[in-house]
């Protein structure tokens, strides 16, 4: 077999019994609903509350709050299988695999007890907000502060292309106590809308239309005096914002990686399907030596790919991947993604612009990878300050 992620040494019994329900749940529960969630531009409530109910939320969190006691292969067989079933709106990477993080390393153990069990099942869908529309690269010049105000921080600024912005009702805001300061004076503050949009001064602003990933909300944030409960800052002390997300960003591009990867192995088994199918001059598309070569050195790449890949996961299960190794896999594989996505459409002729096959979703969605989770050229500098 040239793709086989079973295969993949992490993989264990208890992991694949776990692959296959995830498979059988998303065909089941997802899958049927994929089309109306693409056109509408967000994925159902329900579909959050249903994945919750299956135990596939926050399945790298202690089961103490009510997750799965997993680790990173757990939420990395979540993200495969969702690629491979073309589910790109469900923003359970960031929701599980990041925020949910932030939560059980910097938490006080009275917030994990108040967020947590209700991320596990899906009653709280949460987002995490560092772009703003003047910074996104770089995010210690971020503008948006909480200025501390008796027993509450005030909380003034405006955050753009927040995955799940529309639903999500905890927003883990980057934002800065100290003005005056860089990276040292940023934290993280968690907002709890239902509380902030009853007292006013938080707005959602436009579901932003994108060139993908339709069916994935994502969201301009307002907020304009905001009033948060002192509370509420993550880890208790002012300032480690920076320092937390640096911390786990790693993982945050690895999950873009894995993503990349199962898209690649997409990509490719949907293509050899097709030039086996298709004949033009009398012979199969595949029986053509340039569709041999090139298809032959994209399936290299893919198990370039996936070896990478694997070895960081499991690094990243004993907490040993470093920030530079992590950075390495999210930009190469991605660039990898866009140019193997590219050629395969190339495969299909004119059926390949046309969103009914799915190579032409595969194509608009693959072009974000480059972009979010920090762009690749901000991988490449923190490869470059380790040489
Ligand atoms: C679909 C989608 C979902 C997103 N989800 C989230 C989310 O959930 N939360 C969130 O906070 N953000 C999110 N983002 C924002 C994303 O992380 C940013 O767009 C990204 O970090 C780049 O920031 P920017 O758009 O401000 O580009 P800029 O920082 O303005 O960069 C513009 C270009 O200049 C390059 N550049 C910048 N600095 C340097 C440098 N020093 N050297 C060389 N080149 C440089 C960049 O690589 C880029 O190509 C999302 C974006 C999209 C499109």
């Not at 040239?2 to 059988?24: F, G, T």
């Not at 003005?179 to 009853?198: F, Q, Y």
């Not at 920076?242 to 997409?266: H, S, Y």
Request: with cysteine; hydrophobic share 40%; aromatic share 8%.
């Amino acid at each position: 077999m040239l793709l086989n992620n079973d295969k993949s040494p992490w993989m264990d019994e208890e992991l694949s019994i776990m692959r296959d329900a995830v498979r059988k749940f998303i065909e089941k529960e997802f899958s049927p609903d994929a089309k109306k969630w693409e056109k509408q531009g967000f994925i159902d409530r329900s579909a959050w509350l249903k994945a919750g109910e299956s135990g596939l939320l926050c399945a790298s969190i202690p089961e103490k709050w009510g997750g799965g006691g997993g680790n990173f292969k757990h939420e990395m067989i979540l993200v495969e299988e969702l690629s491979y079933a073309q589910i790109t709106g469900f923003g359970n990477g960031v929701h599980s695999g990041i925020v949910a993080h932030y939560i059980n390393s910097y938490g006080s153990e009275e917030q994990k007890a108040r967020w947590l069990p209700k991320m596990a099942s899906g009653e709280i869908v949460s987002a995490i907000a560092m772009s703003e529309p003047g910074t996104g690269s770089d995010l210690q010049s971020i503008a948006t502060t909480a200025i501390k105000n008796g027993d509450h921080y005030r909380l003034n600024g405006q955050k753009t292309f927040i995955t799940n912005g529309m639903t999500a009702n905890l927003i883990c805001v980057v934002t800065k106590t100290d003005p005056d300061e860089a990276a040292k004076g940023i934290s993280l503050i968690m907002v709890e809308t239902e509380d902030v949009e009853e007292a006013g001064g938080f707005k959602r602003g436009r579901n932003l239309e994108k060139l993908g990933m339709k069916a994935q909300d994502t969201a301009e944030l307002f907020f304009d005096d905001v009033e948060i409960p002192l509370g509420n800052l993550l880890g208790g002390n002012e300032g480690k914002g920076f320092i937390q997300l640096m911390e786990q960003l790693p993982q945050e591009r690895l999950i873009i990686a894995a993503g990349a990867c199962a898209a690649i192995e997409t990509a490719l088994r949907i293509t050899s399907e097709y030039v086996k199918e298709r004949k033009a001059f009398g012979k199969r598309i595949l029986d053509f030596q340039n569709t041999q070569f090139r298809l032959a050195e994209r399936f290299t790449e893919a198990k370039l790919a996936r070896t990478f890949v694997d070895q960081c996961a499991m690094q990243l299960a004993e907490g040993k991947l470093d920030g530079a190794t992590a950075a390495m896999a999210k930009w190469w594989t991605t660039q990898k993604q866009c140019e193997i996505v590219d050629e395969c459409l190339q495969f299909f002729g004119g059926y390949g612009y046309m969103m009914e096959y799915p190579i032409a979703k595969m194509y608009a969605d693959s072009r974000v990878q480059k972009i979010y989770g920090g762009s690749n050229e901000i991988m490449k500098l923190l490869i470059a300050r380790e040489i």
